[in-house]
């Protein structure tokens, strides 16, 4: 005997009722005629076509609109490590995003393992049937080690969105929180809570775009050069940043910081806040908890961003991820390069023009002009970096 229908007085279940995806034939089969070339003989000609010419396969299948989204259910939202079964409705919401928002037919992939050597190998052999790689909710250090060996192996786009989805919303939050206050990146000073995956996609990403200074905080305080424990990732972070040579809290840093991005689930109180530099930046990123209240931060900073749609100026990935994908797709791009990841993040940040004020640093979700935009610059971008195989 069923017991879902006790759920069914909450909308939230009511609407995940049966899945939110299912797949729909693009041509008719009206008849034997229709059946004859949709499939046996007619379909034998295309895959003899397919055997000779590989490449065919973009033309005469879904592969070059199609993304796999995996998971291993290691890091899903706020909520942990809670198995590949209690992830599939967030990769099924990830594949409707990747419709609804940038018209790319995506595949929840939960997967049974969570040993790096399985992952990899799981997604290699099943990845000629995708034209691109979405990696979703995994736990870090893990995935960082997961995306760099699909990327070496594969000749498609492989993302990690936790990562680089959030970075280039935030990268083009920042810039224009930046041009507002009538700063460059280059003048800022950053203090990053969160050393997990994006939070190093973050600090890379703004040290790629050319911020002035960045120091990150995990869950023992700042990471510095010659810090004990570190692993291999947040080792290569200590070389990189904290030029100021931050050794103590957050909140120490944070003095006369210009920005403030958490991404840690941790709190930060209103004195660390206050003590910022005039027109700060405040980025209070977790969810569904912001490190900062917004109300609280925007006492004291210039800008105030969190990731919850309650409030100005909402972090979220849906404004990159369907958009890169889109762009890198279009060209059949073989990766994502860090140079389209930037372009990216100029043309969300463009997309807010002159309308910028301190509650607009950054576009609707829903605004129609963001997903074209953020394809065209990525295409552009993978056209120009050479990782493009169709040209204009």
Request: aromatic fraction near 4%; glycine fraction near 8%; proline fraction near 5%.
């Amino acid at each position: 005997m069923s017991i879902t229908p006790a759920f069914d007085h909450d909308p939230a279940f009511a609407l995940h009722r049966g899945g939110k995806l299912e797949v729909r034939s693009t041509v008719p089969v009206r008849d034997a005629a229709d059946l004859s070339l949709a499939y046996t003989p007619g379909v034998a000609r295309v895959c003899t076509a397919i055997a000779e010419t590989p490449s065919l396969v973009n033309d005469y299948t879904w592969v070059s609109n199609v993304v796999a989204v995996v998971s291993d259910g290691t890091a899903v939202l706020g909520l942990g490590d809670i198995g590949p079964a209690a992830a599939m409705p967030v990769m099924e919401g990830k594949a409707l995003l990747f419709k609804e928002f940038g018209g790319v037919d995506a595949v929840p992939l939960c997967l049974a393992c969570t040993d790096v050597d399985e992952l990899v190998e799981t997604v290699v052999r099943l990845a000629p049937s995708f034209g691109g790689i979405n990696l979703e909710d995994i736990s870090a250090p893990r995935c960082f080690e997961v995306e760099a060996r699909l990327r070496e192996l594969l000749d498609i786009p492989v993302f990690h969105d936790d990562q680089h989805g959030t970075a280039i919303v935030v990268l083009a939050a920042l810039q224009n929180a930046a041009r507002l206050t009538g700063r460059s990146l280059g003048e800022l000073r950053a203090v990053v809570a969160g050393a997990g995956a994006s939070g190093v996609a973050v600090s890379r990403i703004l040290l790629e775009a050319g911020i002035g200074d960045i120091a990150v905080a995990d869950s023992k305080g700042m990471i510095y050069d010659g810090r004990e424990g570190l692993n291999p990732v947040k080792q290569a972070l200590a070389r990189d940043t904290n030029k100021a040579g931050h050794t103590g809290s957050t909140e120490e840093a944070l003095a006369g910081a210009d920005v403030f991005v958490g991404l840690s689930g941790s709190t930060v109180t209103e004195q660390a806040i206050a003590a910022m530099a005039a027109d700060s930046i405040v980025f209070a990123l977790s969810n569904p908890t912001p490190e900062v209240l917004p109300e609280v931060a925007a006492r004291h900073a210039g800008v105030v961003a969190t990731g919850r749609s309650d409030f100005p100026n909402q972090i979220n990935n849906v404004l990159a991820f369907p958009g890169v994908f889109r762009g890198a797709l279009d060209v059949r791009a073989t990766t994502i390069t860090e140079n389209m990841k930037v372009a990216a993040a100029n043309a969300l940040a463009a997309v807010v023009g002159d309308d910028l004020t301190a509650e607009y640093v950054i576009p609707s979700p829903f605004d129609a002009r963001v997903a074209p935009a953020v394809t065209a610059a990525v295409a552009a971008q993978a056209r120009a970096d050479g990782v493009a195989r169709l040209h204009d």
